[in-house]
């Protein structure tokens, strides 16, 4: 999730695109921490600092995966405050208290405000968008990446040299499974993941009748291999994969936020999709990695107060209560039709 010194943060799709349609543009850095001798920027340990925003989806793979991979004494982070205006991610000040762990002032730079500031540190002339996740290297000063999908997958391989063997053996992208995940990840990422955004940011009813179309197609392809998945409680079976890391940070802020948010109502989660219920509640509930990761404060108040495009008076809304039901809990309806049965 970004912001960019060169458009204003209403402006999601183009005022000139008379298509509406939301377009996502490419990370601007993509180098590498490399165990590989002579790399550029090689695995050690707190050399590197994570900065993210708990309310950004993309950014909370990062958290997630580093916390399975046992990497907290490696790569420190620290989250960007929620709100985020004309000039970006900003963090948080020292008199302010926000939920999370590490939603503080930057440790690294403590004369900086905004999170734009690493970026023109990094490139004085950067004409981008200044993205969360955003990994720094403290040694160089200046950033490794700002792409999820990679920054995950150094973290799955490149310092397990340096971990423990509990953790050196988590394998989040086994080799049996890769092709899978893949392919899954392609659909996955367009329609689901970037979908709900397409949908949101729309500014056409064209654009938005496509994107939310395809959006719950998606969903139903993915409650149809979970109600199918016979193997375990997470995507690929019984152990948790990539797959699982990349669709829990939007299907966990599905109701909370993108029902009503980004208009993707045609069902929410809770009442209109069991299997995937049951598996996003699994991983909140059960893996730390994933609930303790997951703060819902600064994601209800990050998109309605932020989104000034789409909710100019920065209203946010009381529900859904709670933002997740327990394991043992299903929304009424459910429960009244679950009782009948017995």
Same mark, same amino acid.
């Given at each position: =999730?970004?912001?960019s010194?060169?458009?204003k943060i209403?402006?999601?799709?183009?005022?000139?695109?008379?298509?509406?349609?939301?377009k996502?543009?490419?990370s601007a850095?993509?180098s590498?921490?490399?165990?590989?001798?002579?790399?550029?920027f090689?695995p050690?340990?707190?050399?590197y600092?994570?900065?993210?925003?708990?309310?950004c989806?993309?950014?909370?793979?990062?958290?997630i995966?580093?916390k399975l991979?046992?990497l907290g004494?490696?790569?420190?982070f620290?989250s960007?405050h929620?709100h985020?205006?004309e000039?970006g991610?900003?963090f948080?000040?020292?008199?302010?208290?926000l939920p999370?762990?590490?939603a503080?002032p930057?440790?690294?730079?403590?004369d900086?405000a905004?999170?734009s500031?690493?970026?023109?540190?990094t490139?004085p002339e950067?004409?981008g968008?200044?993205?969360v996740?955003?990994?720094?290297?403290?040694?160089?000063?200046?950033?490794v990446?700002?792409?999820?999908s990679d920054?995950?997958? =150094?973290?799955?391989?490149?310092?397990?040299d340096?971990?423990p063997?509990?953790?050196k053996n988590?394998?989040?992208? $086994?080799?049996?499974l890769q092709?899978d995940?893949?392919?899954t990840?392609?659909?996955m990422?367009d329609d689901?993941?970037n979908g709900?955004?397409k949908s949101?940011?729309?500014?056409?009813?064209e654009?938005?009748?496509?994107?939310v179309r395809q959006?719950f197609?998606?969903l139903d392809?993915?409650?149809?291999?979970l109600?199918?998945n016979?193997?375990g $409680?997470?995507?690929?079976? #019984?152990?948790?994969t990539?797959?699982d890391?990349?669709?829990?940070t939007?299907?966990i802020?599905f109701d #909370?936020?993108?029902?009503?948010?980004?208009?993707?109502n045609i069902?929410?989660i809770?009442?209109?999709?069991?299997a995937?219920h049951?598996w996003?509640? #699994?991983?909140?509930?059960?893996?730390?990695?994933f609930?303790s990761?997951?703060?819902f404060?600064?994601?209800?108040r990050h998109y309605?107060r932020?989104?000034r495009?789409?909710n100019?008076?920065?209203?946010? $809304?009381?529900g859904p209560?709670p933002?997740?039901?327990?394991k043992?809990?299903?929304v009424?309806?459910?429960e009244?039709v679950?009782h009948?049965?017995?």
């Amino acid at each position: =999730m970004s912001t960019s010194n060169e458009q204003k943060i209403t402006n999601w799709v183009d005022p000139h695109d008379k298509s509406g349609e939301f377009k996502r543009g490419q990370s601007a850095f993509r180098s590498q921490i490399s165990k590989k001798p002579g790399a550029e920027f090689p695995p050690e340990k707190g050399r590197y600092h994570l900065y993210v925003s708990y309310a950004c989806p993309w950014a909370h793979r990062t958290l997630i995966v580093r916390k399975l991979k046992g990497l907290g004494e490696f790569i420190p982070f620290t989250s960007v405050h929620w709100h985020m205006l004309e000039q970006g991610w900003r963090f948080v000040t020292p008199d302010e208290k926000l939920p999370g762990e590490n939603a503080t002032p930057d440790p690294v730079h403590k004369d900086f405000a905004h999170l734009s500031q690493i970026y023109f540190k990094t490139d004085p002339e950067y004409k981008g968008r200044f993205t969360v996740p955003t990994l720094y290297d403290k040694k160089q000063g200046k950033i490794v990446s700002n792409e999820s999908s990679d920054i995950i997958r =150094m973290f799955y391989t490149e310092f397990d040299d340096l971990l423990p063997e509990e953790y050196k053996n988590v394998d989040l992208f $086994p080799k049996d499974l890769q092709k899978d995940i893949e392919e899954t990840n392609k659909w996955m990422y367009d329609d689901i993941n970037n979908g709900v955004y397409k949908s949101g940011f729309a500014t056409t009813q064209e654009a938005y009748t496509k994107a939310v179309r395809q959006l719950f197609s998606s969903l139903d392809r993915a409650e149809h291999h979970l109600a199918n998945n016979s193997a375990g $409680p997470y995507y690929y079976g #019984a152990h948790i994969t990539e797959a699982d890391v990349r669709l829990y940070t939007t299907i966990i802020r599905f109701d #909370a936020v993108y029902v009503q948010h980004f208009k993707c109502n045609i069902r929410d989660i809770r009442s209109g999709y069991p299997a995937l219920h049951r598996w996003v509640r #699994a991983l909140y509930w059960d893996v730390d990695a994933f609930g303790s990761t997951t703060e819902f404060e600064h994601i209800k108040r990050h998109y309605t107060r932020s989104h000034r495009q789409i909710n100019p008076f920065s209203v946010t $809304p009381e529900g859904p209560e709670p933002p997740i039901l327990p394991k043992d809990k299903e929304v009424a309806a459910a429960e009244a039709v679950k009782h009948a049965k017995h």
